[in-house]
T-cell receptor
Framework: NAGVTQTPKFQVLKTGQSMTLQCAQD?????MYWYRQDPGMGLRLIYY???????DKGEVPNGYNVSRLNKREFSLRLESAAPSQTSVYFC??????????????FGPGTRLTVT | AQSVTQPDIHITVSEGASLELRCNYS??????LFWYVQSPGQGLQLLLK??????LVQGIKGFEAEFKRSQSSFNLRKPSVHWSDAAEYFC??????????????FGKGTHLIIQP
């Protein structure tokens, strides 16, 4: 049981290049999320997918696209990277607990630098 | 719109001393509250959560938090800190219902420094 996995761990891009961040979870969760973390800003929600086949914008969606490939996988794409997208990106998934509450589980993060 | 405020950007505490990290939230419905911890270069680990019931909740690593609805607060406490507690701490709020499908709103974090 690996939980939430992300690839790659580190990436350096030049301005204008594109890339896709991959995320997978093995907990059979319906909901998945992409956050970015910047110094002094906490985590901000980029996009989320409440269930397979649906995606919605979060707080900071500009410059990103997402794909919920299946229940396990949720990818984040930067079509034309900009220096402002230099950040640490976290994927998370959420599922109900036996007590009726829910918890979000986070991946280890991808550190992206755009030069 | 919901928001979370962590008033202290940095806190320095001596090892063995008690700790309280503050969190205030603004939320239009019944909130579901979390504290996460992040060690340098790592992902986020859930310390504890308040969903319903007893307003004093216990978490991992000896942490506890108290939900005070009248003050819109969810402060994190530990009676005696250890050097390994040095980390970034995040408070977050989410919807009570819906399984949290819409994601969480995080505070900006409090950086905890432990002095020997």
């Amino acid at each position: 049981n690996a939980g939430v996995t992300q690839t790659p761990k580190f990436q350096v891009l030049k301005t204008g290049q594109s890339m896709t961040l991959q995320c997978a979870q093995d907990m059979n969760h319906n909901s998945m999320y992409w956050y970015r973390q910047d110094p002094g800003m906490g985590l901000r929600l980029i996009y989320y997918s409440a269930s397979e086949g649906t995606t919605d914008k979060g707080e900071v969606p500009n410059g990103y696209n997402v794909s919920r490939l299946n229940k396990r996988e949720f990818s984040l794409r930067l079509e034309s990277a900009a220096p402002s997208q230099t950040s640490v990106y976290f994927c998370a998934s959420s599922g109900l607990t036996s007590g009726g509450s829910y918890e979000q589980y986070f991946g280890p993060g991808t550190r992206l630098t755009v030069t | 719109a919901q928001s979370v405020t962590q008033p202290d950007i940095h806190i320095t505490v001596s090892e063995g001393a008690s700790l309280e990290l503050r969190c205030n939230y603004s939320y239009g419905a019944t909130p579901y509250l979390f504290w996460y911890v992040q060690s340098p270069g790592q992902g986020l680990q859930l310390l504890l959560k308040y969903f319903s019931g007893d307003t004093l909740v216990q978490g991992i690593k000896g942490f506890e938090a108290e939900f005070k609805r009248s003050q819109s607060s969810f402060n994190l406490r530990k009676p005696s800190v250890h050097w390994s507690d040095a980390a970034e701490y995040f408070c977050a709020v989410g919807p009570y219902s819906g399984g949290g499908a819409d994601g969480l709103t995080f505070g900006k974090g409090t950086h905890l420094i432990i002095q020997p």
